[in-house]
């Protein structure tokens, strides 16, 4: 029941939005609210980030915050809580900077390449675009040239040095555009994609249009998984796989 009032409640969210903002929604391929968005960074982090220490939880203020200073689409600075949908980019800029958040990255470090590398791509959601990594205490994206300390105003890095310490902080798959490879979709887990072209960029099963949620509540609602295998021509796995996930999110609520 929660499911379906939820994304009840993003479909309202979005309606609304369309008849009083003038910004063109087009872009919008993948929509997510706050909280929504703050569920899948939640599942996701402690896979994304192998270290002891405890993490900071993620909330919707976390987000709301991050968009308030600019580190996502200009736009959104300004755009009220309520009337607030985040896009595919945003998503993936947001996974970037918890990701960075946990690894001890500082705030200051942070905006310092957040700036750097707008300026140097002229893209307006640039921890949305090629591959970002860290060292703990600073910001790389791997361009070219090879590797540039993107918070220290794009120094080039020697990779045999630093090579060692540096860890991918996301897993996505890129595609061209404006002259950039920005994030074209993201797998948070084995057999579940999430493309902002497919339901929204709901999370689905890979290679289909069928959205794990509704797999979930198909099986909790007593569908066996034969059932569901030949209903949706699904394997063992796909379906084990999507089960998974959904309790991933299930947890990521609770924490």
């Known amino acids: ?16 939005v369309k008849m009083i903002t003038t910004r063109d929604l087009s872009e919008f391929k993948g929509i997510y609210i706050a909280p929504e968005a703050t569920l899948y960074l939640t599942a996701t982090l402690k896979r994304d980030v192998h270290i002891e220490h405890p993490m900071y939880p993620i909330h919707s203020r976390n987000l709301i915050r991050w968009m308030r200073v600019g580190l996502m689409s200009p736009e959104l600075r300004d755009v009220p809580g309520r009337e607030l949908l985040i896009g595919f980019e945003d998503l993936v800029s947001m996974r970037v900077i918890a990701i960075l958040r946990a690894l001890g990255v500082s705030w200051k470090k942070i905006h310092k390449a957040e700036d750097w590398l707008r300026e140097k791509t002229g893209y307006p959601r640039p921890f949305a675009i090629e591959r970002v990594w860290t060292e703990t205490t600073d910001v790389f994206v791997e361009f070219h040239e090879g590797f540039i300390a993107a ?32 994030a074209d979709s993201w797998t948070p887990h084995e ?11 709901e999370p689905c099963i890979k290679g289909t249009r069928i959205r794990t949620r509704i797999i979930c509540q198909l099986f909790k609602g007593g569908d066996s998984m034969s059932y569901l295998m030949r209903a949706f021509e699904l394997s063992n796995a796909q379906i084990e796989h999507a089960l998974e996930w959904e309790n991933r999110l299930q947890t990521a609520k609770l924490t």
């Open 151 to 182: 918070s220290r105003g794009g120094q080039l890095a020697f990779t045999e040095i630093i090579g060692q310490y540096l860890q991918s902080v996301h897993d996505m798959i890129f595609a061209p555009r404006n002259g950039v490879n920005v």
């Open 1 to 16: 029941m929660f499911l379906f009032f939820y994304n009840d409640t993003k479909t309202k969210i979005y309606n609304q």
């Open 191 to 201: 057999d579940v994609m999430m493309n902002p072209r497919i339901q929204f960029g």
